[in-house]
């Protein structure tokens, strides 16, 4: 009994100190400039199975969700990585443009703004491009919904 306890703390205890393994250089992009990472493979102490957690860098393996608005509405979901940023952008000529990014974590049925510290956050007005959110959470979606556009065109792109 004592030993399967000193074997689980010390498990605990290396898993939490994340032993390196193997470490292997991958390349990643769009062909021209490729960007490198290296995936780090991380020994599990208990099994001393091998595992490799998602890349900081590279491709997510879900395609981004695109959508042209000429009127209020929303995207289609985009099924996010966990721990992957979330890169929003709206361009276009589209005026009077309301949108922010939401969240749902019941596979769609209920979407929820996104806040911190109970204030609204990514929530935009015009065009723009940048990493909205770190969802920390599996098995979460994300869309922009519209709420106003009163001319033009708004194109909008969600990715990882």
Partial sequence: MKLALVRAALACALACSAVPAVAQQMSVGTGRTPST??????????????????????????????A???????????????????????????SGVSARLTRSFDSGATWLPLTVAGQPYAVW?????????????????????????????ATIRISQ
């Fill in 125 to 153: 007005t015009g065009n723009i491009s940048e990493q909205a959110w770190v969802e920390t959470e599996a098995d979460v979606q994300f869309r922009v919904e519209v709420a106003a556009l009163t001319a033009g065109t």
């Fill in 37 to 66: 990472y290296t995936a780090v493979s991380l020994i599990d102490p208990v099994t001393g199975k091998a595992t490799t957690p998602a890349p900081a860098y590279g491709a997510s393996g879900v395609p981004p969700v695109t």
């Fill in 68 to 94: 042209s608005l000429t009127a209020p509405g929303n995207t289609s979901a985009l099924p996010a990585v966990a721990g992957r940023p979330i890169n929003v952008s709206i361009t276009g000529n589209a």
